[in-house]
């Protein structure tokens, strides 16, 4: 099957995988078992999630995973590493490593403010990803980085974030407010300083003020953020990434994947491949159609039910594959691997091996 | 509605509307992310920030109606500013980014606005119900906590007052409670029980029984070899069709199997009653689908009301 061979070639080739998709359609396990099967070709994996993922930690037989990479033992000719993605501390070495002095540094993850923008601030958790996956990529000493992204349901949430948080950064309304103006740009300054007063009447003014004394503090560093900002998009259209899809063949999520792909398409990014997890199975072709004519006609006598079963999966069966059709050609040429609806949860390393037969 | 992202949270919003329908209530159905099939479930056109009507009511039956809309926080905050007298500065607010800023600097400020929406909605004599189809959740904690979380950001002022009161009707019973969706598999049943409990912690929010979505129903004949079920009704079956018979129903059986492993463990570790939905095998929910399904919801309901 020319599809299997070009999954594991991007296992094989790639420098970075990234998993994307909806919410609960199996991208932390799709990730897990594409970094097991790299490890498995001979190659030293690491594979970042995003959750807590104590189920995930568990199939890989561990009690937890936390923030560094953490080598996982096995019976496979390459390396294993899992981590965990730490949205904050990730945050906080990237502000320590951008400060002009230790003082701005800890000013900054001392303000309220601040410590609302790991938490609050929709695209952080996605900036923090790439931020993460760009660190790992500069050691240099994994073959293969797999991450997991958050549930978003615009891809461009996250190929955008790393720009939209340097711009939040970089807010002219603030930056106006804080430096001292003259002439026009002071005429500005009093109508922002006007705008914010009327804000603080509804929000309560501790609020402003806890943002104003932020943006001080971060005075002069947005540049390097910038900068920085750029470099993450650049890795992430390089030719050594690849954009892996994953999806379901719920309808919902089907179109969800679909919308995904169009926008990295319009970022200039292609989904290498799509895997779609629990799909029901098919059984007996050569019985299609008949099969709820019989069940129809025989309808509660035990022949009937049989029948009756086997309509309901065929119909499932073809329903999944029609709204299948529309995405598979929407990334085309990307392979597709379909892994069917298991018989149970993946609890272990067993369980993730039995997803990659399906995968690879 | 809350449930974690795949458990159908938005098909179950459409059962339970269509279900209050048929009890005579008028029902409107929120919806804050944006993006749902919701009303194609109606076989209507998709929602916009307008309210619609999904399904009129009326008939022999005296059905109550079915309304709907989008909610962003975006809009809520317009509106909002809008009843605060403040139009001239929402604009603004909006256009040049400022609110990402506030929303940093109060986190759950949006939650809490969308939240007070609905509490104004709550208030309005025309509408007997509403269901919001909350954030996936993970994000429905946070979400239904961000008015006590507010309340300690924001001290006075208008937000502060919102805050006060959707707090005061998150945890009044008797206006709201929180449906907890899930399907019957592992992952999802440990994810609802963990957000049951920190939602009754937490938010001190009331929750409703759980409606455990996707059950395959129970199919006659499962047991029985393909030959001898055949040989019962006088026929003959080629062996192949045998095969694909029998395969089918050992596949079924599995699931079955392992579905009540998962309702089993659903109800010792969560003492709420449990509401079961069908699998939907033709996949696609349109309006007869719906009805079979508030159908099985009413069914599932009436079930609960009786002792056992």
Known sequence: MAHSASLSELLQQRRILVCCGSGGVGKTTTAAVLALSAARFGRRAVVVTIDPAKRLADALGLDGLTGTPTRIEGDWSGELFAMMLDTKSTFDGLVVANASSAEQGQRILDNRFYKNISGALSGTQEYMAMEKLYELHQRTDFDLIVVDTPPTRHALDFIDAPRRLSRFLDHRLFRVVISPGRGMMRAVNVAAQTFLRTVAKVVGAEVIDDAVAFFQAFDGMEEGFRERATAVAELLSDDDTAFVLVASPRRDTIDEARYFAETLAEAGIAVRALVVNRMHPRFGRGVAGRAQEQADTRQGTDLGGLYQNLADFELVASRQEEHLAGLTEAVYPAPVARVPFLASDVHDLDGLSEVAEHLL | MAGKGGVGKTVVSAVLAKAAARLGLSTLVVEVEGKSGLATMFGQPPLGYDEVVLSAGGGPLGEGEVRARTLTPDDA??????????????????????????????????????????????????????????????????????????LDTVSVGPINAQAKDVAAMLTDHARCRVVLVTLPEETPVNELVETAFSLEDRVGVGLAPVVVNGIYDPVVGLSVAPGAAAEAAGVTVASEEAASLRAAATFRQDRMRLQDEQLIRLAERLPLSQLRLPFVFSTDIGPAELDHLADRLLAEIAALAEPV
């Open chain 2, 77 to 150: 905050l317009l509106d909002y500013l809008r009843d605060h007298g403040l139009s001239r500065i929402s604009n603004r607010l909006v256009s040049s980014g400022a609110l990402d800023v506030v929303a940093t600097a109060a986190p759950g400020i949006k939650d809490i606005l969308i939240l007070g929406k609905v509490k104004q909605l709550e208030r309005h004599d025309a509408v007997d119900l509403v269901v919001l189809d909350a954030p996936a959740a993970g994000h429905a904690v946070t979400f239904l906590q961000a008015a006590r979380a507010l």
